[in-house]
């Protein structure tokens, strides 16, 4: 079964750092991997999909990379703001069908 | 473009009492669909997920059920509840690569 892991389970810094947030899965043969941004009580808002043929993907701020072989992936925030205030969870997946989610990082910037 | 409904947004239910909470997605055809519960301080747990009418795949034996009547309505009941049901239940749907996820469910069992 595979196993998400991400450190570390809260964040907090000043506005306008750059940061890193970390997801570490067990079985390499993944099919995606797909970031997401949850709001207190809200849904989850997919950020970022990478394909396990894909290294990295960008979406303005937002820089996610994999790395399969060492069961990784990183998600790089830029000149964080404090509406980027928030849990960050991220998902893969083995055969396109089920997902399995880390337990997130909370994420607090500070004005 | 495709939207997901999920009610209602919140429910307080008493134990032993049955639930029914409905997701539908609209905008897209013979989508995948999923229902997740999140508790407290822990990860999402898949519930169940179904790749069309009536085939329902269930991940975690309990006392919830699923079923999906129609093709772009998937249903999460259960004759009683438990304690333990408590949490934040989400209905996601997926493209060829990519889930998207309604709003909740906040459920509360006393």
């Known amino acids: 079964k595979q196993e998400v892991t991400q450190i570390p389970a809260a964040l907090s810094v000043p506005e306008g750092e750059n940061l890193v947030l970390n997801c570490s899965f067990t079985?390499?043969?993944?099919?995606?991997l797909q970031w997401f941004r949850q709001d207190p009580g809200k849904g989850l808002t997919s950020l970022l999909l990478i394909q396990s043929s894909q290294r990295e993907q960008t979406s303005g701020r937002l820089n996610a990379s994999l790395d399969k072989s060492s069961g990784r992936s990183t998600l790089y925030i830029a000149a964080s703001q404090p509406g980027d205030s928030a849990t960050y969870l991220c998902?893969?997946?083995?055969?396109?069908?089920?997902?399995?989610f880390g337990t997130g990082t909370s994420l607090t910037v500070i004005p | 473009s495709q939207t997901i409904h999920q009610w209602p947004a919140t429910l307080v239910q008493p134990v032993g009492s049955p639930l029914s909470l409905e997701c539908t997605v609209e905008g897209t055809s013979n989508p995948n669909l999923y229902w997740y519960r999140q508790a407290a301080g822990r990860g999402l747990q898949l519930l169940f997920y179904?790749?069309?009418?009536?085939?329902i795949s269930s991940e975690v034996p309990q006392n919830l059920s699923a079923s999906r009547p129609q093709d772009r309505q998937f249903i999460l009941s259960s004759k009683k509840l438990l304690l333990s049901d408590s949490g934040f239940y989400l209905c996601?749907?997926?493209?060829?690569?990519?889930?998207?996820f309604g709003p909740g469910t906040r459920l509360t069992v006393t």
């Open positions: 179904s790749v069309g009418i009536g085939q």
């Open positions: 079985d390499s043969a993944i099919y995606n």
């Open positions: 998902a893969v997946s083995l055969t396109g069908n089920q997902f399995y």
């Open positions: 996601a749907w997926r493209t060829t690569y990519e889930q998207y």
